[in-house]
């Protein structure tokens, strides 16, 4: 391909895309694949010119501004060496120490900024052993090129599965609630109907308020620092059995993100009232992100990009602002009341279409203001709330990169100013919640125990029913 056509292939950047790599965010994603044998970094190059660059254009792109001050994806030359990093640690026969140099290289690269005038990304190997793998690949992408599940489909383009490569891999399912609404008649929907518009019109004006005046009490999870998303972070991981929240989830009759949101919410009041009492009544928020694409499982890359397919590549995403129930006494005796407190409260918010009223106003923003000023509202919606939570699903199979198989997947986001963000990922039998908080600030360890013995707890209650109870 020759210089002339380098210059000539632009396409605009989308305005989230825009929002994300702002003079106020300036947000990735990075994903962890968990490698089973050591990794043989001779295949890297290789396999990013021939699989990881074809995926996208933007992969081979940086953003520029036009003459008349829009900006563009400009095609440029991919130096596919300059964009991998090979970490040296002291040598050592300990895993725990290959852990803690581990940690600390990942906390670095949380926080540093790729270079603007290469494409967004970069690949960093980590060829060390630690607790949980042989060796680790890290993807660290902009989120200017695409949101969590636009790049989880493009990373999963690159992988195949472990026990037949010609077979595409699977996802768990997801049954949408819409499906059976649709089925009713004109006469019975109009209550729901009803209903959800006045629903939808209170959250689009709280969420308004929220963003604007209300701020979230200071807590052991929300400092109230300034200038937090520039300041390290460190990671931690837990596992669980999917097997397990599904029993849970059988026994209450709710979903699965019902349990996960529901345990999350009990861990971070377990922990709040471990680091302060007082703090188990304090107004806090939790931001959960959505996708909004209508689809219920992973497009492939090409139908991702064809402009006429429901699941679009790029940011579609939107947010929902949920308040976390507070540790009375009633809870403390039946933890189960977060699961079902948490179905209650997204129930109702996703019936509700103030997301997409949002989404129409921070567009409407963005044509009378400009990007930056939506990516300051952005923030100050990150900022006054208390942590953050997203989830994606991977597939069932185990898979394989290069003939490497994967023994464990999550990802996390940066770039905002919020001091705890959880994100939640399956994969086979497994969910992957991580944890990223403000290093310093929050005692991961003990937040960490405190999540998993919400966990504990509520298992035990949910299989000491007998029968599927009827809260709704």
């Known amino acids: 391909m020759d210089q002339q056509f380098y210059e000539e292939v632009q396409e605009p950047v989308s305005p989230p ?143 195949q599965r472990s026990d037949d490569p010609s077979l595409p891999l699977t996802f768990p399912s997801r049954t949408s609630s819409n499906s059976q609404q649709a089925k009713k008649s004109m006469f019975k929907k109009l209550p729901s109907f009803i209903s959800s518009f006045f629903n939808s019109m209170s959250d689009f004006g709280s969420s308004l308020i929220k963003t604007r005046m209300i701020v979230d009490d200071k807590t052991p999870i929300r400092s109230g620092y300034e200038g937090t998303e520039s300041m390290p972070f460190t990671l931690s991981n837990i596992s669980l059995s999917i097997d397990n929240i599904k029993a849970i989830k059988s026994k209450l009759g709710v979903t699965i993100n019902d349990v996960i949101t529901g345990l999350i919410f009990y861990g971070i009041r377990l922990y709040m009232q471990e680091i302060d009492r007082m703090a188990r009544k304090a107004n806090s928020t939790c931001v959960v992100m959505l996708n909004t694409r209508n689809v219920r499982g992973y497009q492939s890359v090409k139908e991702m990009q064809k402009s006429k397919v429901k699941g679009l590549w790029g940011n579609k995403i939107s947010f929902l602002q949920v308040p976390i129930p507070k540790l009375g006494q009633s ?56 942590v953050v939570i997203s989830n994606l699903f991977g597939p069932m199979e185990q898979m394989t990169l290069a003939n490497h198989p994967i023994s464990g997947l999550y990802f996390t986001m940066t770039g905002g100013p919020e001091n705890v963000d959880i994100t939640i990922m399956s994969y086979v039998k497994v969910i992957r919640i991580t944890l990223r908080t403000l290093k310093g600030f929050v005692d991961e360890q003990k937040f960490k125990f405190c999540i998993e013995k919400a966990y504990d707890v509520m298992f035990k209650a949910a299989m000491e029913i007998s029968e599927t109870p009827n809260k709704n």
């Open 331 to 386: 809870k403390i005796s039946n933890p189960l009341e977060f699961i079902w407190n948490a179905r209650k409260q997204i129930k109702k918010k996703r019936r509700s279409f103030s997301v997409y009223l949002i989404g129409l106003l921070l567009d409407l923003e963005m044509k009378i203001r400009g990007p930056e000023a939506v990516a300051k509202i952005i923030y100050k919606t990150l900022r006054n709330s208390s």
């Open 17 to 159: 895309g825009q929002y994300f790599n702002s003079s106020v965010i300036c947000s990735y994603v990075f994903g962890f694949l968990e490698m089973a044998v050591p990794i043989d970094d001779s295949q890297t190059i290789p396999l990013l010119k021939d699989v990881f660059l074809p995926i996208n254009p933007r992969f081979s792109s940086i953003m520029v501004r036009d003459q008349d001050g829009r900006m563009k994806w400009k095609r440029v030359q991919v130096k596919p060496e300059e964009h991998v990093k090979v970490p040296k640690f002291p040598e050592c026969n300990s895993p725990e120490l290959y852990d803690q140099y581990f940690g600390d290289y990942v906390t670095r690269i949380l926080t540093e900024r790729t270079p603007q005038n290469k494409p967004l990304w970069e690949i960093h190997i980590i060829n060390y052993p630690t607790s949980n793998a042989a060796g680790t690949l890290i993807f660290k992408l902009h989120h200017a090129l695409g949101d969590g599940y636009s790049l989880m489909g493009a990373l999963l383009s690159c992988l």
